[in-house]
């Protein structure tokens, strides 16, 4: 036998953490390498936060799970404080992102069923969007390299291209339930969408009666400083998929929803046998109890303005490697010159910094929410001696 246990559908590389200190990964053979990806935008605390792991330990020997039969005081609470603290009015507890929007596309869908309209059951979706890698998820990008094997796919997705408002204007007809867009692109490369096109978007769902989904579960829950992306750009979704951050690293995801946008979720209409279990809502009440702190949206503001523009800085000195910056808060893109892969690896291998390659060349920089000066500095010197020594693998 020649597969291993592990299913082999990732390319894992040679860094393997087993501990983790604040802002910093210690690998088996006992590197320390500073963090900023976070999981991918995940542990937005840092590792080992002690007021979330005291609540996650707490919990644990208290009450770890119970059905969803059961009234549910904790899932109760933690919606509850979601709901006093964006625009929804109503949340569905996931266990991942896939899952969050999952429950949007349902929601979507079932609103116009509700409303005597069941034809309406196609999507809009952007080019280069990453959704999840569930059936109808991957059913909702345009990429092959997400796609291919897979068929058939999920219909009722229509792929245009990324904020560009007159192609998603032109898709719309008496089919369509709605929109469903990254307001920015995560996987895709940091991009965001410009504040027109998401107003615009918003403007067509008004006058036509669609839904309006917006999938944050990268570039939500504080990552941009703010609880939801949406506020930076001061456009209001229908529905928001919230994942990743939420649980600070326990496995939480949420779809949030107005109540008008979740007319057609009644009983028994949607489930899941462990989302928003006790646990779960301990962890996300945790990352809330911290991030809802008077000071700390401003303070994901400034230290994204300061490392923004130390990373600025930095380019005229290696400027053919690094081309721009880009992002929104502690959601930042580094954009080469060149394929992003190998570079993430050389500052990894060779320079203690963790960060994660995106779409369009870009090395995506997500640390933890909880950075002091001294991390910015740091990430900044590595990137720095990172691009001195690096050189292009051989352009065959
Ligand atoms: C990561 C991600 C997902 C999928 O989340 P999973 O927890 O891996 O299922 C969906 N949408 C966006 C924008 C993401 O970044």
Redesign the pocket.
């Known amino acids: 036998m020649t597969i291993t246990p592990l299913m082999p559908v990732y390319p894992r590389c040679g860094f393997r953490p087993v501990k983790g200190e604040g802002c910093y990964l210690i690998s088996e053979d006992g590197r320390r390498a500073l963090d900023f990806a976070s999981g ?2 995940v542990n937005l605390l840092g590792h080992g936060h002690p007021h979330l792991s005291k609540a996650i330990a707490d919990q644990a020997a208290t009450l770890m799970h119970v059905s969803n039969l059961y009234g549910s005081p904790q899932g109760e609470a933690f919606a509850q404080r979601l709901v006093d603290n964006c625009f929804a009015d109503t949340v569905f507890f996931t ?7 999952e429950c949007a596309i349902k929601t979507a869908r079932r609103y116009h069923h509700a409303k005597g309209n069941p034809h309406k059951n196609v999507l809009i979706t952007f080019k280069n ?6 059936m109808a ?1 991957i059913s909702a990008t345009d990429q092959e390299k997400l796609r291919d094997g897979f068929a058939p796919l999920l219909e009722g997705f229509v792929v245009v291209p990324f904020d560009d408002l007159e192609a998603a204007r032109a898709a719309v007809n008496e089919h369509t339930a709605g929109f469903l867009v ?1 307001p920015i ?3 895709g490369g940091i991009r965001p969408a410009s504040q027109e096109f998401l107003q615009g978007l918003r403007d067509i769902c008004d006058e036509q009666d669609l839904i309006l989904v917006f ?5 939500g829950v504080a990552r941009t400083g703010y609880l939801y992306a949406y506020e930076h750009f001061g456009v209001i979704p229908d529905v928001v ?1 919230s ?2 951050g939420i649980g600070g690293g326990f ?1 939480v ?1 949420a779809c949030l929803a107005t109540e008008k946008a979740a007319a057609g979720m009644v009983a028994g209409t949607h489930g899941s046998t462990y989302g928003g279990n006790p646990l779960a809502c301990a962890a996300g009440m945790a990352v809330l109890d911290v991030i809802l702190e008077p000071d700390f949206m401003d303070n994901v503001k400034a230290k994204g303005e300061r490392l923004r523009s130390s990373l600025e800085q930095m380019i005229p000195n290696h400027d053919s490697l690094f081309d721009s910056v880009r992002g929104v808060g502690l959601m930042l893109g580094l954009k080469l010159k060149v394929d992003s892969r190998a570079f993430v690896a050389h500052l990894r291998d060779h320079h203690g910094l963790l960060t994660v390659a995106a779409g369009d060349n870009v090395v995506r920089i997500l640390p933890p929410l909880i950075i002091d000066d001294s991390h910015i500095a740091e990430c900044v010197e590595k990137l720095s001696a990172g691009a001195a020594s690096f050189t292009l693998p051989d352009a065959a």
């Open positions: 991918i935008a266990n991942s992102g896939a899952e969050a929007v969007a990453f959704h999840g890698r569930t998820t990254e692109q995560g996987e999938d944050e579960v990268q570039c998929a994942a990743k496995p995801g």
